[in-house]
């Protein structure tokens, strides 16, 4: 089913007529039409933070998704995904290439230059990559601008398009575990949790999201913060594969504590800051007998 709007641009009277056709899909393969275009890049689009009109019927998009964790609080700001939040993040590349060549080199580059080069340097960089949902890969801001700066332009036989089931350039990649001293806990009992960075590409920072009424005591070299309403411990040592990591956590105290609390997902970034944090565990559900009980 579709609907069709009459545009009153003339006042004309016409008779139309609508001809269906019909195709069988084949198997692994995109949906029709096919074309010989393709995406160039492609940039984050997952829940990003936008102007938003505190009217908008948007603003409950995070609730729909059941994700209200997500909504900004601010008025006039909101989530959303799609391909509309990630195209600008590329339109903003694509900006800082023209601005890093014309002030190394006093002109722009040509759009076709522009283009060549954010898909040379982008990364074939996830399993479900492919030339059709993603082009040449996953945009690298960075090392563009860089060969913008030197005047390395790319050519089109350095653009490499994404293929579906193979990573030709890796991106950081984690994988962790997590112990503590158990599932139960008596009101302001202490937990020692130890995080292990089993495997990492590269140096990372760490960090575990924690409960809200439970305190941080002690541990490896840490700072205790909240973003975007999830409360976090994060150590400020860096972490190479096979390092364990532990901080001490105190149990709420009082009958009105009594309940079942969650940790984690732990989550690993590379430590030079080039990249966003990851899950490297699972939660875990610690339960808390307050002193009443």
Request: charged share 20%; with cysteine.
């Amino acid at each position: 089913m579709y609907f069709l709007e009459v545009r009153p641009y003339a006042n004309v009277t016409a008779t139309y007529t609508a001809e269906l056709t019909a195709r069988k899909e084949l198997a692994n393969q995109p949906s029709g039409p096919y074309g010989i275009y393709r995406p160039s890049a492609g940039t984050p689009g997952d829940y990003v933070m936008s102007t938003l009109s505190e009217n908008d019927a948007y603003q409950t998009y995070p609730t729909i998704t059941e994700h209200p964790e997500k909504q900004g609080t601010e008025v006039w700001y909101g989530r959303l995904s799609g391909t509309s939040m990630a195209s600008p993040v590329l339109c903003g590349i694509s900006t800082l290439v023209y601005d890093a060549y014309y002030q190394n080199h006093g002109e722009f580059p040509d759009p076709i230059d522009v283009v060549k080069l954010v898909e040379a340097t982008a990364n074939d960089a996830r399993t479900s990559h492919n030339a059709w949902n993603i082009g040449s890969g996953f945009a690298d801001a960075t090392t563009a601008v860089k060969r913008a700066e030197s005047g390395d332009l790319a050519t089109f036989d350095e653009t490499s398009l994404a293929v579906d089931g193979e990573v030709t350039e890796p991106v950081f990649h984690a994988q962790g575990t997590r112990a503590d001293d158990g599932s139960t806990f008596t009101a302001g009992q202490t937990n020692q949790v130890d995080i292990t960075l089993d495997e990492a590409t590269e140096i990372a920072t760490v960090r575990d999201e924690i409960p809200w009424d439970w305190q941080v005591v002690g541990g490896d070299d840490h700072v205790v913060y909240t973003d975007d309403g999830h409360r976090y411990v994060e150590f400020t040592m860096d972490a190479n594969e096979g390092d364990t990591l532990s901080y001490f956590i105190e149990a709420p105290s009082g009958a009105g504590a009594t309940g079942q609390y969650e940790f984690g997902s732990v989550e690993a970034a590379p430590a030079d800051g080039a990249g966003a944090f990851i899950t490297i565990t699972g939660t875990e559900t610690n339960t808390v007998v307050g002193e009443s009980s």
